[in-house]
């Protein structure tokens, strides 16, 4: 078969002959980071979740449940357009349940929407906006995209927001999914490329409550499409490179309807009180593998110590000028790594702030 026929087929607009779509149904898998997805034909075009069926898979499979009691059920909580397939075909966030009804240990989703359906938490309407640092790499030698195989670039300096082909890799891919996020209904609100050459970043927000994990998690999938049909492979490692490179992180812009109504630095000096004495459970809770990133070094603050600041990218959480300066808006928590769980990392952060009593 050739590559044009397989092109033209990928292509075909099935609404001329059938009001059937296709719904592709994603979870997380075993692993906390390891995106899974397959496919349901429905009879006609779905808007709302609560319209979908549920589904199940093998657990066995995804390290989520034993060979004699493998199915994990999959409960459908939102959608987006598939960029993929296109016309009224869709993108189906589930999460994971065991056939009782009950959240399987990996299922980070269910605990945070409690937290967001707490009134009080709701009443306070929770921005969040997620920066998603992550490295492009060369698919069969697991080196970052551009970088001489088995050798080093030169220092790091001319590829932040780069341009030229010796400085910018991958952009191709970062563009791709750029407007593939868009077609989707997911409010990315920016990309750039970052300061360790092959690795870029993209944004995701304002977004409100339980949404913001959503629209990370579809995005990520997104990204990891694009990519492999790229042949290229996604790390959401927070320290792909050893020595002097920048980290991968997943900086969490953050703000309540009290932090943006007049006086709300107050509020927000507060809440960043609370999460100085949360400190090491928030850490726990902000991926694998961090404290290889926050060092001290590479604009981040050292893993083992609390501190904020106006303006400072080496401080656990970040204040911003214009906040300083209106007494009011967000601040910006720049310890969740680049494989963090964004369900985990935006409750938590709700819960700490707003919910603890210290």
């Avoid at 004699?68 to 993929?84: C, G, H, N, T």
């Avoid at 016309?87 to 937290?115: F, H, M, Q, S, W």
């Avoid at 990315?188 to 949404?211: A, D, H, L, Y």
Wanted: aromatic share 10%.
């Amino acid at each position: 078969m050739s590559y044009s026929l397989v092109t033209d087929l990928i292509n075909l607009d099935l609404s001329d002959c059938s009001e059937k779509v296709i719904a592709e149904y994603i979870w997380i898998g075993g692993s906390g980071m390891d995106i899974r997805s397959k496919a349901k034909t429905l009879p006609g075009p779905v808007s709302d979740p609560k319209d979908l069926p549920q589904w199940n898979y093998d657990g066995s499979s995804t390290g989520q449940a034993p060979g004699k009691d493998s199915e994990v059920i999959l409960y459908p909580q939102a959608i987006f357009r598939d960029p993929f397939r296109r016309g009224k075909n869709i993108l189906v966030i589930c999460d994971t349940y065991t056939p009782a009804g009950e959240p399987i240990p990996t299922n980070k989703r269910a605990a945070a929407a409690k937290i967001f359906s707490n009134p009080i938490v709701a009443a306070e309407e929770t921005w969040y906006g997620i920066e998603q640092e992550y490295t492009l790499l060369q698919k069969d030698v697991n080196w970052p995209l551009g970088w001489p195989v088995g050798g080093f670039p030169g220092p790091q300096g001319p590829y932040y927001c780069s341009i030229g082909a010796d400085k910018a890799y991958g952009r191709d891919i970062v563009d791709a999914h750029y407007k593939a996020c868009l077609y989707a209904g997911i409010n990315i609100s920016g990309i750039n490329g970052e300061v360790m050459p092959g690795q870029w970043e993209f944004q995701v927000g304002p977004s409100v409550g339980i949404s913001s994990g959503d629209q990370v998690w579809a995005a990520r999938y997104i990204l990891e499409r694009v990519a492999e049909a790229a042949g290229v492979v996604v790390s959401f490692d927070p320290k792909p490179i050893q020595g002097d490179w920048n980290g991968a992180g997943a900086h969490t812009n953050y703000s309540t309807k009290s932090m943006r109504t007049d006086g709300g630095i107050n509020v927000i000096k507060k809440a960043i009180e609370k999460l100085g004495l949360k400190h090491k459970e928030h850490i726990a809770a902000y991926g694998e593998g961090n404290e290889r990133r926050l060092t001290g070094k590479h604009e981040t603050a050292d893993i083992n110590t609390f501190s904020w600041g106006v303006a400072n990218r080496g401080a656990s959480i970040r204040v911003g000028r214009d906040t300083e300066r209106e007494g009011k808006g967000y601040f910006e928590d720049r310890r969740p790594a680049s494989n963090m769980d964004p369900y985990v990392v935006t409750s938590m952060i709700a819960e700490t702030t707003i919910l603890w009593k210290s």
